[in-house]
């Protein structure tokens, strides 16, 4: 099966920045879309930002213009940088993938989360 391993969590002060990585590994033909979402607690989980294998990125409103996704093919990892992080960034950030599989199949995978924490 695949796996997404999430990693570069941590504690940050107001302004500062974080780098989130996301590697998918395992036995897969492609990945289409990746993507990030997060969740605070008592609130549901929401899109982050997106980037396709093809085309422009989506991102949320509240993050628009501070975090910037990208993805590096040849390490099937996705990334995300947080600049200018806010207490209200705080959640914990899961990556996703949309993965091809080698047996035709096309399955959405979810990473097991890492938590960014924000303090003012």
């Known amino acids: 099966q695949v796996q997404l391993v999430e990693s570069g969590g941590g504690l940050v002060q107001a302004g500062g920045s974080l780098r989130l990585s996301c590697a998918a590994s395992?036995?897969?033909?492609?990945?289409?879309?990746m993507g990030w979402y997060r969740q605070a607690p008592g609130k549901q989980r929401e899109l982050v930002a997106v980037?396709?294998?093809?085309?422009?990125?989506n991102y949320a409103d509240s993050v628009k213009g501070r975090f910037t996704i990208s993805r590096d093919n040849a390490k099937n990892t996705v990334y995300l940088q947080m600049n200018s992080l806010k207490p209200e960034d705080t959640a914990v950030y899961y990556c996703?993938?949309?993965?091809?599989?080698?047996?035709?199949?096309?399955?959405?995978?979810w990473g097991q989360g890492t938590q960014v924490t924000v303090s003012s």
């Open positions: 996703n993938a949309d993965i091809k599989g080698r047996g035709w199949s096309r399955s959405i995978y």
């Open positions: 395992g036995s897969f033909f492609s990945i289409n879309g």
């Open positions: 980037i396709p294998s093809v085309g422009s990125t």
